[in-house]
């Protein structure tokens, strides 16, 4: 966006991010989508938009009735008043369209009476910006195509040079997209819609192009909810390279840092594999207890437990933390996978990061992740955005990932995750003399060094110890270990020191 650029805002705010600061007045706009897909809901938050900033707008329906429309915009909480709404719609038009055309003497265009009567109120109002809904109906009046062609080519020329915004809605009831509509307009947005197999309505919105400005490629998620549309642009990590304090974060187990080499690295994400119940989510707290005792900031984003049940937990472990949205304190943000996106997800992390300051993350669990996307063949991709976005904000991240099977090293992940992180954390059940108990061992660690040991883990009301290494079992992480002949018992380290 140049300096001093004057844009349009269209009152979508993650919309005018993803076109570089708003539209660029005075032009004209395609927006198309399905039916349903948020055309009218978009247009008329552009309108409200325009009103803020003191400019004339108008809403040609050739569709819906004022009723209709004003109904529907109640339903956001919005009032249309102030906007100039022509209303298109009655039969005598359609009538009027087939029967005669007359010849516009500007563009010696042949003009319906329609798009006469949208050119005339067009010049007596003289708005700044204009909604057309929609061209659809334009095409049915039409009858045939060349005629609508026509009625397109003399609204351009009448738009032409003229001090208005517009917007052409169109909901694709021609089959494929309208390639000459496409290179009529300066730009052209388009919302997608679909509905998986199981849960709530996907949308994205695309710009498809935008001549004489830069904007941010690819699908952007969004929302329709009371209130209008709400657009998550695509998290690209390049663009929020942050220069943040890096050093180390402990989790102040001395021997669970021991482990780790002195704790993980901010700017870094930990993975914690293991099966269910090992203690994956407690020591991700632990960590967060550390840094919210030393007045950081800390975020949860959990898709499998409920607050109750977090609380509860770390209440039994000792660990007290505030909960909150400042620093020094936890903020337990509560994800439905089956109403978030991705894009809204990584928003909501984003807000954390920026806004919050979050220092540290963690994201509970990444099978619930999963379950949040519909295209699995992106979640890779998304999350790699994600976990490099984190990275370059200086944030420690930590990933819980539930693992299926009990005890074994073949334990199935849902995605072949640990590649993603910087460093992996294992946890194991094993059976030893007649009881079981949990391992912990670092897989990987891509900054600094750590042991190669394998270590009991326990907790209590105390929180959560570490046994020195496991020197005299061999097999732990099989689940069943033996031990080689001797007489003193192995895991008695554990008691003392
Ligand atoms: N108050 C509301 N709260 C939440 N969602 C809403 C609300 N009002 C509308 N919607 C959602 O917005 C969608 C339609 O929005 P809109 O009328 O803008 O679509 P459209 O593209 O103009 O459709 P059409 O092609 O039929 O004109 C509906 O499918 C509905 O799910
Ligand atoms: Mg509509």
Not at 445 to 461: A, P, Y
Request: glycine fraction near 10%; proline fraction near 3%; hydrophobic fraction near 40%.
């Amino acid at each position: 966006m140049g300096l001093g650029e004057i844009r349009s805002r269209t009152g979508v705010a993650g919309l005018d991010e993803v076109l570089g600061g708003g539209l660029l007045p005075y032009r004209l706009y395609l927006v198309d989508g399905d039916p349903g897909a948020g055309k009218t809901t978009l247009a008329l938050q552009f309108l409200l938009e325009g009103l803020r900033a003191d400019e004339r707008c108008m809403y040609v329906t050739l569709s819906e009735s004022k009723q209709e429309l004003e109904a529907g915009a109640a339903s956001h909480g919005w009032s249309l008043d102030g906007i100039q709404i022509l209303e298109l719609l009655s039969q005598a038009d359609l009538f009027d369209d087939t029967e005669q055309l007359t010849v516009f003497t500007e563009s010696e265009v042949e003009l319906s009476t329609t798009t006469r009567r949208i050119l005339t109120a067009v010049e007596q109002y003289a708005p700044h910006r204009v909604v057309l809904d929609s061209l659809s109906d334009l095409r049915l009046l039409a009858q045939n195509s060349l005629r609508y062609r026509r009625q397109v080519v003399a609204l351009k020329q009448f738009f032409m040079g003229r001090r208005c915004t517009v917007m052409m809605l169109d909901d694709r009831t021609m089959q494929g997209p309208d390639q000459q509509l496409h290179s009529i307009a300066h730009g052209v947005v388009a919302l997608n819609s679909s509905t998986p197999v199981y849960g709530q309505i996907r949308r994205d919105v695309r710009v498809v192009k935008f001549r004489g400005s830069d904007f941010v490629s690819g699908r952007h998620d969004f929302v329709i909810r009371s209130g209008g549309l709400t657009v998550f642009p695509r998290l690209i990590a390049a663009e929020h390279a942050a220069l943040r304090e890096r050093g180390r974060l402990a989790s102040g187990v001395a021997r669970l840092d021991a482990l780790l080499g002195g704790g993980v690295d901010r700017g870094t994400s930990t993975l914690l594999m293991g099966p269910p119940g090992s203690g994956k989510s407690t020591i991700a707290l632990q960590f967060a207890a550390a840094a919210v005792a030393r007045g950081e900031h800390a975020a949860v984003f959990a898709f499998d437990e409920t607050n109750a049940a977090m609380r509860a937990r770390s209440m039994s472990m000792g660990l007290h933390i505030a909960e909150g949205r400042g620093a020094g304190e936890l903020d337990f943000h509560q994800i439905d996978p089956v109403v978030i996106s991705p894009g809204e997800f990584a928003d909501l992390i984003r807000r954390s990061v920026e806004q919050d300051d979050a220092r540290i993350v963690i994201i509970d669990s990444l099978n619930g992740y999963l379950n949040s996307m519909h295209h699995s063949n992106y979640l890779t991709a998304q999350l790699h955005e994600l976990l490099t976005y984190l990275n370059n904000q200086g944030v420690a991240t930590f990933i819980v990932v539930a693992q299926s099977g009990m005890v074994g090293m073949n334990m199935a992940a849902p995605v072949e995750a640990s590649y993603l992180a910087d460093s992996v954390l294992m946890l194991r059940y094993f059976e030893h003399a007649g009881s079981v108990k949990k391992a912990i061992s670092v897989l990987k660690k891509r900054t600094g060094g750590h042991e190669d040991s394998i270590r009991q883990m326990w907790f209590d009301e105390h929180g959560i110890h570490l046994s020195e290494p496991l020197l005299g079992l061999r097999g732990v992480l099989t689940g069943v270990p033996s031990e080689p002949a001797r007489t003193e018992d192995p895991l008695s380290l554990h008691s003392h020191g």
